[in-house]
């Protein structure tokens, strides 16, 4: 069983990454949708996959994906969130908290796109991990937060520019980092979102209310 990383967020939070080195046929789950191109429907599995071994009685037949393409539960009984990027499958599950999670692999195209999703005042704000790590994985931080934020708003129609605004420096706190996020769309609060780096990938995560 491949487990890369998983956490116990809370006692009603957990998440996990698998690394995919099964074929298709071990993940025995339900899709939703037609998925025509093989690795991605083998993502796709993984991660549903992941939510069961999160939480063993998590409904996989009664998932509905919604307008914008988020999975979810009627009912609400489980709130979930899933991410895959490579050979990376990631989900987090909560039974209270409204959930987002993001991997990315860091590649030099989201340093040179980082004005797309990062304002100049936020570049100010990022001056201090500059001296921490290279500029693609300071870029990739805050692509996998915005990224992160963005599914836990779960609606849709967010200029990860205009909407999400880093409003500190990310605090690093026991090998991971903590971004306080402005959410601007509709909701107008701060966020909080957990960043942990598990070479080769980037983990991000919101759970909260």
Known sequence: MPIFYQQEVDNDTRLAVWEITEEEPFFNVPLQRDISHPHKRLQHRAGRYLLRHLFPEFPLELILVADTRRPFLEDEAYHFSISHCGPYAAAIVSTRHRVG?????????????????????????????????????????????????????????????????????????????????????????????????????????????
């Open 101 to 209: 999670i993001d991997i990315e692999i860091p590649v030099e195209k989201v340093q040179r796109i980082r004005a797309k999703f990062i304002a100049p005042e936020e570049e100010t704000r990022l001056n201090g991990l500059q001296a921490q790590m290279p500029p693609v994985w300071n870029a990739t931080l805050v692509w996998s937060a915005k990224e992160a934020a963005f599914k836990w708003y779960g609606a849709g129609q967010v200029d990860f520019r205009r909407d999400m605004s880093i409003e500190e420096s990310p605090e690093e706190r026991d090998g991971a980092f903590l971004t306080a996020l402005h959410f601007g769309k509709e909701i107008g609060r701060r966020i909080g979102v957990h960043t942990r780096f598990l070479p080769p990938l980037a983990l991000s995560f919101v759970a909260g209310d």
